[in-house]
């Protein structure tokens, strides 16, 4: 009887370690990217293309992005922005309809600006993050810089291209240039036009240092919604600053060629929460 007992503790345990090792190396499959092309192999010669928004993640914090894009380690997925991605949609398809006409849009005359959408035969394909966008090989470190662009207007008199960003938004502050720059939630839609700038010019373009935020605020002082939102629109302008552009991406390629991992960033809510995960 104890031995038959005895038995089957161990056939339990046996079971338990199995089903343990099989769900660590379930998590770890999860947890871990499979495309080798978005993996970056130290001493490499082959182009290696990096995304503005993976860029900004550098800036933000070098040992995630070093996480991600070396040892290949899945940053935690995130629902999209349904209203603002509807947003977006409806203002180029507006915008189209100008492009088409080469006629400038009501915004366009309202705040005085002699521009009309920029027509180009590839405008769709910059508008794709995903699957193309605008991108520069940048020889000194071999890395591709790709990103997609919500519009680009034209300016008539100065003959340059002039980058344009929709913000979608819901606040009940109103919209400001001072104060909509200043804030600390936008620092990286400043950086964000910074390279779009720097990633046109390296494809050959003239751009102007002057770029426009369109933000189109949903407004919250109705009574009631009556199956919509309505919105006041506003331009916020931007003068980028390229020069930190170029020596950032050199230091990205350095971190990409190290050997070991960065070092935990107290700023980053990730490292904390990883670094604190560990400690329980």
Not at 118 to 127: G, N, S
């Amino acid at each position: 009887m104890v031995e038959k007992l005895t038995k089957k503790l161990e056939q339990k345990k046996l079971f338990h370690n199995k089903f343990k090792d099989w769900f660590m190396s379930n998590l770890i499959e999860k947890g871990f990217r499979k495309r080798k092309n978005s993996i970056y192999q130290r001493g490499s010669n082959e182009p290696f293309t990096i995304s503005r928004s993976k860029f900004s993640n550098f800036i933000d914090c070098p040992r995630c992005f070093y996480l991600d894009r070396v040892k290949g380690l899945k940053e935690p997925s995130m629902p999209g922005w349904a209203l603002n991605t509807a947003v977006d949609d409806l203002l180029k398809k507006e915008f189209d309809r100008h492009r088409q006409d080469k006629t400038p849009h009501p915004i366009m005359k309202e705040y005085n600006l002699n521009f009309i959408p920029y027509d180009h035969p590839d405008i769709d394909k910059w508008r794709q993050s995903l699957s193309s966008g605008i991108s520069y090989l940048d020889k000194e470190t071999n890395l591709i810089l790709k990103g997609g662009i919500d519009d680009v207007w034209f300016n008539l008199d100065t003959e340059e291209l002039v980058v344009a960003d929709y913000k979608a938004q819901s606040s009940s502050t109103p919209v400001e240039t001072k104060s909509y720059l200043e804030s600390k939630f936008h620092q990286g839609y400043k950086r964000q036009m910074d390279i779009y700038v720097h990633i046109l010019r390296q494809m050959g373009f003239k751009v102007a240092d002057l770029t426009y935020f369109m933000v189109c605020n949903g407004e919250k002082t109705y009574d009631s919604f009556d199956n919509k939102i309505n919105f006041i629109t506003k331009l916020v302008p931007y003068k980028t600053d390229t020069s930190w552009v170029a020596p950032k991406i050199k230091e990205m390629k350095e971190t990409l060629e190290r050997e070991s991992i960065p070092e935990h960033n107290e700023n980053c809510e990730a490292c904390v929460y990883l670094y604190c995960g560990s400690k329980i």
